[in-house]
């Protein structure tokens, strides 16, 4: 008489079901896992699919803030930014929150000769200068600046 189950019949058999029980098993945990089951601070940034989080997502601050300047005035901003011009070139920052453990930047966005310096720094502001670095005079060009924290 023939045997209906071989042993490599048989294991074929068992590592399919295997298989069919661990891929269900993580597609069922996808579909029913809440955030309210999710234990707090154990999701990681490998854990979240890129393009899916918001500002609104995100905790106050984390977001780095920036303001980019054109014309004296801000052309586009992130973050409680405000500007005032004390002078040709010189633009005082105010910052909503305190900038004191950040780093900052500045870039000049016109020619190759320009340069935008940060200069001083308070809890809540900063000022840039920004230069024609072949006259090494100030001017009114646009710039950009980034205030990561």
Not at 74 to 85: C, D, H, L, Q
Not at 101 to 115: E, I, L, M, R
Not at 126 to 136: E, I, M
């Given at each position: 008489?023939?045997?209906i189950?071989s042993?490599?019949?048989?294991?074929?058999?068992?590592?399919?079901l295997?298989?069919?029980?661990?891929?269900?098993?993580?597609?069922?945990?996808?579909?029913?896992?809440t955030?309210?089951?999710?234990?707090?601070?154990?999701?990681?940034?490998?854990?979240?699919?890129?393009?899916s989080l918001?500002?609104?997502d995100?905790a106050?601050g984390v977001?780095?803030?920036?303001?980019?300047?054109?014309?004296?005035s801000?052309?586009?901003?992130?973050g409680g930014?405000?500007?005032?011009?004390s002078?040709?070139?010189?633009?005082?920052?105010?910052?909503t929150?305190?900038?004191a453990?950040c780093?900052y930047?500045?870039?000049?966005?016109?020619t190759?000769?320009?340069?935008?310096?940060?200069?001083?720094?308070t809890?809540?502001?900063?000022?840039?200068?920004?230069?024609?670095?072949?006259?090494?005079?100030?001017?009114?060009?646009?710039f950009?600046?980034?205030?990561?924290?």
């Amino acid at each position: 008489m023939r045997k209906i189950f071989s042993s490599s019949r048989l294991a074929v058999v068992a590592s399919s079901l295997a298989l069919l029980l661990a891929l269900g098993g993580t597609a069922y945990a996808a579909a029913t896992v809440t955030g309210a089951q999710i234990v707090d601070n154990s999701v990681a940034g490998r854990d979240v699919r890129n393009g899916s989080l918001t500002a609104i997502d995100t905790a106050p601050g984390v977001l780095p803030r920036f303001a980019r300047v054109e014309g004296g005035s801000i052309a586009a901003k992130r973050g409680g930014i405000s500007v005032s011009t004390s002078a040709l070139g010189v633009y005082d920052f105010s910052f909503t929150r305190s900038i004191a453990n950040c780093a900052y930047t500045a870039t000049a966005q016109s020619t190759f000769a320009d340069t935008a310096v940060v200069g001083q720094v308070t809890a809540s502001s900063l000022q840039v200068k920004v230069f024609d670095t072949q006259s090494n005079s100030l001017i009114a060009n646009p710039f950009s600046v980034v205030v990561t924290c």
